[in-house]
């Protein structure tokens, strides 16, 4: 449930020794195995549209992703302002999502879709007999003052990524979703993220990404439990942000504890595999700063971009945060 909310809450100030280095979450990045059917996926049952699609030959991939593949092809596609992207790394067996996973397992990684109306949006996912997260669309009660009155709804894509439906009440959310429309698929709200401590990750996206802190809420109850599909579920969620873009949002789980860990061995091919896409203004002091707290690196060091036809053509790396989750930071 989002925390990046804008009317409700005072933005906290970070560190006075950093400065913004991640001006915009542009996108988020995951690996499918048929880009062709998760296209279609996307455009005819959530309304997204196909905006471009490009291909990383295969010694970009391996400088990039570490990935020894023929090419990645990757389709970008929006959805109101935000876009997301779908990368297929061809001639590779991608492994499947680990068995038994559960939304408080670290590899944990959603985006946030919001709707105009939870009842018609929840019955297209029925219609195509999508697969269930959540037992049922859920709104979250008074007693979570900073998120009271949201509902949202947790499902599968085709394959198996989780998707969220999430419907902001008037007091509640970015004011852009509060626009009377006709549409029912708005936008991106935010990508969420499994963590094990909020206090382990913050400094890694607060004082290294220089991302703000928008807000955080602590969620729990009957509810929260549908919602997640785990009993007992007691979550504390923050919300950050850059000047521009969607929202970043930890999934810290108080209890129950026992989540899995992000596999160690994962590599980019893999169908959990998410990245955000953060452009910087300062990508050298980012990886001085990486190498310095000896974060995971997947790229081969700042790896050359050069393909006119996506936005994340310059200079770019993608590395591991303190739990596994993929981030890649370019710079124009």
Known sequence: MTKYIYSFIVTITISLFSFSQVTDVKSVAFTVADLTK????????????????FALDAKTSLALFGVKTKQTKIAVLQLGDETI????????????????????????????????DMDKAYQIIKDNDLQFVSS??????????????ISAFYFQDPEGHVLELIHFPKDKGNPKWQKTTEKLFLGIDH???????????LPFYTQILGLQVGGN?????????????????????????????????FLDYLA????KLYPQESAPTDLWHWNYI???????????????????????GIVNLKISETEISGKALLVRDPDGHAILIYQN
């Open 85 to 116: 992207q779908l990368m297929q790394f061809e001639g590779v067996q991608n492994k499947p999502f680990p068995t038994d996973s559960k939304s408080n397992d670290l590899w944990f990684q959603h985006i946030a879709i919001v709707v105009s």
């Open 191 to 201: 990508s969420a993220i499994g963590i094990d401590k909020t206090t382990k990750s």
């Open 136 to 149: 049922s669309p859920q709104t979250l009660p008074n007693y979570l003052p900073n998120a009271a009155g």
């Open 278 to 300: 953060m452009k910087a203004n300062n990508l050298e002091k980012i990886y001085t700063d990486l190498k310095a707290k000896e974060y995971k690196l997947i790229s081969n």
């Open 38 to 53: 998760e296209v279609q996926f996307f455009q005819t049952v959530l309304q997204f549209k196909k905006v471009n699609e």
């Open 256 to 259: 129950p504890q026992g989540g």
């Open 217 to 249: 809420s602590e969620n729990y109850g009957t509810e929260q439990e549908h919602l997640n599909q785990v009993f007992g579920a007691h979550l504390l969620i923050t919300g950050l942000h850059a000047n521009t873009g969607f929202g970043v949002e």
